[in-house]
């Protein structure tokens, strides 16, 4: 089964758009590789830098609220798909970008307020663990915290199977 987490990119701002994970000017690339440096370009996050060690280390990202909105565009979860982040925490998500995540076999994890301020209290350098079968996360930073998830049958199935190709694959 495909690990889930890694090194910790904490975003701390709430309505992260599409546009700013992925500009539009890069969606006529012809391959998803083609978007690997131009992930986040476009942030507007103070002190922000996606050539930074900790955005280009990141394997994990940690937000807040509305996390993907804006344009309805796969690309904007494939330039984190080819960076190798494979896991979104927020408070919530657009609709659109959630099940991308999903369909590409990556997960978007919806925790309350309370337990994204606890994963910002825990310091710059944090590692997050998640196990899918048991909808866990183990974050460890200044001091370990663990926390339960939950996901529906199908996305779980989705992400488990790495996606909704192989999903298909082994079903149909």
Request: net charge negative.
């Amino acid at each position: 089964m495909k690990e889930f987490g890694g090194p910790v990119l904490f975003l701390d701002r709430s309505d992260i758009n599409t546009d700013e994970i992925i500009p539009a000017k890069y969606l006529t690339e012809n391959t998803k590789m083609a978007l690997q440096p131009f992930m986040l370009e476009d942030l507007k996050l103070g002190g922000f830098d996606p050539a930074s060690a900790a955005a280009q280390d990141a394997r994990v990202i940690v937000t807040r609220a509305n996390f993907g909105c804006g344009s309805s565009r796969e690309h904007a979860v494939w330039v984190f798909e080819v960076n190798d982040i494979n896991v979104v925490i927020g408070e919530s998500f657009a609709r659109i970008f959630r099940q991308n995540m999903f369909n590409c076999g990556m997960l978007a994890i919806e925790l309350p307020r309370k337990d994204i301020d606890m994963l910002f209290s825990l310091g710059e350098d944090v590692e997050i663990a998640v196990n899918v079968e048991k909808g866990s996360i183990t974050a460890r930073g200044d001091r370990e915290v663990t926390f339960g998830f939950d996901l529906n049958l199908f996305d779980r199935e989705l992400v488990l199977a790495g996606g909704w190709l192989a999903y298909a694959d082994k079903k149909y």
